[in-house]
């Protein structure tokens, strides 16, 4: 009896009255004043309407999101770097290559970055971003392997920084960190 009387709620040409009217507990007994409570009497056309009305934002929104998002890419464009990291002859285990405009040379945009994995980065690589063309600031820092329980590595030299002319393409460049005494 249930069923039908949620059939009847679902199926409007059958529908006579408030949702209050047709929905039942599980025992089958009738609960109008808390349904009415929750289901207050209105017209089925303004409840159907009304019910469509959060799908229809929903739409609108993600065709908003689309053709925001639809345009040129900003800032300047983005080059790829590509290469190996040395320190006194030896691959560096693990680090970083930071990639900074350099903007007293006249070189303006986003700071770009490279995880050094067994001696080797590139920008393409999951958590790096590429790097614009122009005079750049490079910083690597290096550090040894890391070992079972250490929270932070020990680093194999301060932070070497070089200045680099990017150019506009992608390019490969080895990095060989000079011994600091």
Known sequence: MTACRWANFNNPSRFHG?????????????????????????NHSIAHKLSLLPGTCSLGVLLLTMLLGCGAPEGPAKFDVSGNVTYQGKPVPTGTVTFYPNTEKGTSGPT?????????????????KPTIAGNLIIVVDGFEAPRPNEEVPTPLFKPFQMEFEMPAESKILNIDVPSMK
């Open 18 to 42: 408030s949702p209050c009217d047709v929905i039942t507990d599980r025992h089958g007994v009738l609960d109008s004043a808390i349904q009415q409570l929750r289901f207050p009497t209105m």
């Open 112 to 128: 770009a970055q490279a995880k050094i994995v067994d001696g080797k980065y590139d920008t393409r690589s999951e958590f790096s």
